[in-house]
């Protein structure tokens, strides 16, 4: 009798967040599969776990998979977890699971964190239709490239960034995708977690001014033709974005695309409060 594979999400950063079922399959599995022992190891040493624990990462993967799929075809349930949040996502395990599926093992998921849903769930961006699209490219031209190709999406986009790029990243999508709302969720259900809303360009102005930016991200997109809701008086918004550097119509035409709004109807509320 073939054994089972379960894919088990364990927390992104609270402990709390791990699930009673999950503790219990992986008190009864006979080995877990995971991306780094160490940090797999400080987990279930909090819950008083103890198994056997195989190396899974990106490098081995492929002959890895092999030795796994073997391991549950002659009998003996194993568990495949990642550092942090859902396997799969944006982690390693395709190989394994479709190796498993072929060989006619059983798969099993256990819910549980993903960061990509828990940033999605208080973004405050639409959820009825989405897009996970995991790491952005690590180069701005392949960045814009992605962006390009995903600007008419009518879903929520949801992407992973490191801290290190998530600076040039925001310019690429403020480019790329105009002033539609964005939000970066750092440090999920950790001490220091926080949310920022706003454009691309005020997102990335914030972070700009501290003298780091760490922790892990996920960066939310909302979706086409969507537009950020902003009640600063007109006038004054076109003021801002001409302290930013724009000329005076640039300004108008930015805060009209801001505001879902055309460049007459601003210069007529300019002009109608007195303009200059």
């Known amino acids: 009798m073939t054994g089972t594979l379960y894919i088990v999400a364990t927390p992104i950063g609270n402990l709390e967040d791990i699930t009673l079922r999950a503790l219990r399959v992986l008190h009864e599995v006979e080995w877990i599969a995971c991306e780094d022992t160490r940090q797999t190891r400080k987990l279930l040493e909090h819950f008083g776990i103890t198994k056997p624990l195989v ?33 799969l996502v944006s982690d390693p395990g395709y190989r394994l699971v479709h190796g498993a599926i072929a060989a006619g093992i059983r798969v099993v998921p256990i819910p549980g964190p993903s960061a990509a849903v828990g940033a999605l769930s208080a973004a405050g961006l639409p959820t009825n239709a989405f897009r996970f699209c995991g790491f952005l490219p690590p180069r701005s031209s392949q960045r814009r490239k992605m962006l390009e190709q995903l600007k008419a999406e009518t879903g929520t986009l949801i992407f992973y960034e490191t801290p290190h790029r998530i600076l040039e990243a925001l310019e690429d999508v403020a480019v ?26 005020e997102i990335r ?8 930016v760490k922790g892990e991200i996920t960066l939310l997109i909302g979706k086409a033709g969507m537009v950020q809701m902003d009640d600063t008086p007109i006038e004054d918004a ?32 300019i002009a109608g409060e007195g303009g200059r």
């Open 55 to 87: 190396s899974y990462h990106e490098h081995n993967e492929t002959g890895r998979a092999a030795e796994l799929v073997e391991k549950l075809a002659g009998g003996g349930s194993g568990a495949l977890v990642s550092d942090a949040g859902t396997p």
């Open 176 to 201: 790329v995708m105009g002033p539609r709302p964005v939000v970066m969720a750092r440090e999920l259900t950790k001490l220091h977690e926080e949310f920022l809303r706003g454009t691309a360009a």
């Open 205 to 212: 102005e914030d972070l700009a001014a501290r003298a780091a």
């Open 238 to 269: 076109v003021r801002v974005a001409e302290q930013h550097g724009l000329p005076r119509m640039d300004a108008i035409k930015h805060v009209a695309r801001q505001r879902g709004l055309s460049k007459r109807e601003v210069y007529r509320l």
